[in-house]
């Protein structure tokens, strides 16, 4: 299985920062079928990015991803109070999908 | 409109068996795979496999394999996970999702094994 390996752990920082979170690979993605998901206290996970860099259906455009072959960022340009919850990567690439252990961004 | 819908909250005790699950509407409920997420208390996400209802064919994560039966009914657009003997450790939120890029999720379901 592909170990997706999320860091940092945990970012603080202040609204209207930049945020960049980063997840590695074990093995190269197949066709960059890496996705990010954010998730809040107490609710299922949103899909913010697919196939490393495509933004789902209705998410602001200061969320990005970028990266390939093992090296994956998503980068939150401005941060906004809703922002501060865990992101997680996952990939989808191989026969058996996983995700990292997530990154938590909280107000510093 | 998509919707996956789970099944609601369950209690059980150690030993027991449980099948929960997870029915789809507002698509074509054959041609998308279902992949379930366990997430134990205060952490992370963890995929656990999926099935592709079209044609039964499931993966599982070498986590869950043999501790965890993933199975579907097309005939009511209904996927399933199931244990035949539950653990304490198996306290966790379970979520159904529709294929790795659509984002849609069910609700969770929230099982708690305790004596």
């Known amino acids: 299985e592909i170990v997706l390996t999320q860091s940092p752990g945990t970012l603080s920082l202040s609204p209207g920062e930049r945020a960049t979170l980063s997840c590695r690979a074990s093995?190269?993605?197949?066709?960059?079928?890496l996705a990010w998901y954010q998730q809040r206290p107490g609710q299922a996970p949103r899909l913010l990015i697919y196939?490393?860099?495509s933004r789902a259906t209705g998410i602001p455009d200061r969320f990005s991803g970028s990266g390939s072959g093992t090296d994956f960022t998503l980068t939150i340009s401005r941060l906004e109070p809703e922002d501060f919850a865990v992101y997680y990567c996952?990939?989808?690439?191989?026969?058996?999908?996983?995700f990292g252990q997530g990154t938590k961004v909280e107000i510093k | 409109e998509v919707q996956l819908v789970q099944s609601g909250a369950e209690v059980r005790k150690p030993g027991e068996s449980l099948k929960i699950s997870c029915k789809g509407s507002?698509?074509?409920?054959?041609?998308?795979?279902i992949a379930w997420v366990r997430q134990m208390p205060g952490k992370g996400l963890e995929w656990m496999g999926i099935?592709?209802?079209?044609?039964?064919?499931?993966r599982y994560s070498l986590s869950f394999q043999g501790q965890v039966t993933i199975s579907a009914d097309k005939s009511i657009s209904t996927a399933y996970l199931q244990w035949s003997s539950l653990k304490a450790s198996d306290t966790a939120m379970y979520y159904c999702?529709?294929?790795?890029?659509?984002?849609?999720w069910g609700q969770g379901t929230r099982v708690t094994v305790s004596s």
């Open positions: 196939g490393a860099s």
């Open positions: 996952q990939q989808y690439g191989s026969s058996r999908w996983t």
């Open positions: 099935i592709y209802p079209g044609d039964s064919d499931t």
């Open positions: 999702a529709l294929g790795a890029t659509t984002g849609y």
């Open positions: 093995q190269s993605v197949s066709s960059n079928y």
């Open positions: 507002g698509y074509n409920f054959t041609t998308y795979w």
